[in-house]
Nanobody, 119 residues
Framework: QVQLVESGGGLQQAGGSLRLSCAAS????????MGWFRQALGKEREFVARISQSGFTDYVDSVKGRFTISRDNGRNTVSLQMNSLKPEDTATYYC?????????????WGQGTQVTVSS
């Protein structure tokens, strides 16, 4: 079992930056794939970024060059650095974890943290 707790959300102006963090507790953090997802009001949840156990990263096209995902296995945390924020980045952001080496499914989810970007 893994528990995930996100932090770092808030209100930011367009063009600004925010850094989200996700603290994990439970089993060995290094053995998990980690991801960030977001869900805007009235829309479906969408993939934002992921980082594999080995550090491979991947992003949705809309955030490439602006967002950076990273992990610190010693501190059991995964972060999402968000720069050049746009109003369309407004959403609840969720951290996710999965112990399988490959795939797009995630078994463990945090409660989410709200990000609001004003124009």
């Amino acid at each position: 079992q893994v528990q995930l707790v996100e932090s770092g959300g808030g209100l930011q102006q367009a063009g600004g930056s925010l850094r989200l963090s996700c603290a994990a507790s439970g089993r060995s953090f290094g053995s998990f794939r980690m991801g960030w997802f977001r869900q805007a009001l009235g829309k479906e949840r969408e993939f934002v970024a992921r980082i594999s156990q080995s550090g491979f990263t991947d992003y949705v096209d809309s955030v490439k060059g602006r967002f950076t995902i990273s992990r610190d296995n010693g501190r059991n945390t995964v972060s999402l650095q968000m720069n050049s924020l746009k109003p369309e980045d407004t959403a609840t952001y969720y951290c996710a974890a999965d112990s399988r080496l490959y795939g797009t499914e995630y078994d463990y989810w945090g409660q989410g943290t709200q990000v609001t970007v004003s124009s």
